[in-house]
């Protein structure tokens, strides 16, 4: 997140590696809308309809200007406190945050009323006053509030990297500190810049951290990125890591239109499209050849130590 004391922006990407739910269908990455009612606030989710019906929610806004972006890190167990109301498990909790809460103050208090025993996310979350919090699994075991400094205008976190553990255990991933690093130099410069900050020099953050690399390799791709303005409650996103055309997203006028999820590619021109897939799909044979070269390279090591090895024991058999 960014702000330069007028606008907050928020901004969010989605790779895909190996085990993704979207490495396979790129196609049901979904945009859900969820109108307000008299006890909640009317938001927006970015993520994927998985096996068809079932949702999951990775990022979104609220009418507030509330949002959030998930990212993940190792695995860990919290202690657990079955006192609190609500069992983190079995609720939906990210989806209650948008639509009970307007602030990050809110949501840490809210937070809190959840009884969590294991985590393997960590989430940030920000709102149209610039402030923002990562909530995530501490190193104590404990949920871990990494607060944005008070007077900070830049803010990062990454899959792979737990920000609350000063020695996280990498989760995979590649070069997560470069993009930690290469996001925040550029959000640092725009910020250094007067009336600099605005949905096109954001988004260069985004465009500089995305991925499109063959999975056989270890490399992860962009399925989709957004840019959240807080301020003012409207949303760019871009999809399949194609930065030339961007779904605006003005949340008040989506919420109108009532509940309903909304697949990406139904948001971009056809040529985008065409043009997104083809060259997403053209990593894959190129992703089988490497993954095939690397499991035949394995298997020829493998076979020249079973040799060595054999050779050995005959030795010692002598």
């Known amino acids: 997140m960014a702000t330069d004391g007028t606008l907050v922006l928020f901004g969010d990407s989605e790779d895909a590696g190996l085990g993704h739910p979207l490495k396979n269908a790129p196609e049901s990455a979904a945009a859900f809308f969820e109108p307000g009612t008299p006890d909640t606030f009317g938001r927006m989710h970015l993520g994927w309809l998985w096996q068809g019906t079932l949702r999951s ?10 949002a959030y972006g998930v990212a993940g890190v ?23 945050v948008l639509a009970k809460n307007k602030t990050v103050g809110e949501v840490i208090e809210y937070t809190l009323q959840f009884n969590v025993e294991e985590l393997w996310f960590q989430i940030m979350f920000a709102d149209a006053n610039g402030d923002a919090v990562v909530i995530g699994p501490g190193p104590d075991g404990e949920l871990a509030f990494t607060r944005k400094e008070a007077s900070g205008q830049v803010f990062v976190a990454t899959s792979s990297i737990n920000v609350a553990d000063s020695n996280p255990g990498l989760l995979g991933g590649r070069d997560p500190a470069t993009r930690v690093d290469d996001a925040t130099t550029i959000l640092d410069g725009i910020i250094e810049e007067d009336d600099a900050l605005c949905f096109d020099t954001f988004e260069e953050a985004l465009e ?6 063959a999975f056989g390799i270890g490399g992860s791709y962009t399925m989709y990125s957004t840019t959240y303005d807080l301020t003012h409650q409207t949303a760019n996103i871009y999809f399949l890591s ?11 006028v989506e919420l109108e239109k009532g509940s309903r999820a909304v697949f990406l590619t139904n948001l971009f021109s056809d040529a985008l499209q065409e ?15 490497i993954l095939a070269a690397e499991i035949a390279g394995a298997m020829a090591f493998l076979g020249l130590v079973a040799y060595w090895l054999g050779g050995l ?5 002598r």
């Open 208 to 213: 500089v951290v995305h991925r499109q690399g």
């Open 242 to 252: 194609q930065f030339d055309e961007a779904a605006e997203i003005d949340l008040a």
């Open 74 to 96: 190792a695995r860990r167990e919290l202690t657990s406190y079955p006192q609190r109301p609500y069992d983190f498990a079995n609720t939906p909790y990210i989806d209650l």
């Open 313 to 317: 024991v005959l030795n010692l058999l």
């Open 275 to 289: 043009r997104a897939l083809d060259q997403y799909w053209g990593k894959e044979p190129m992703s089988h050849v």
């Open 57 to 66: 929610y990775q990022a979104g806004m609220n009418e507030h200007g509330h």
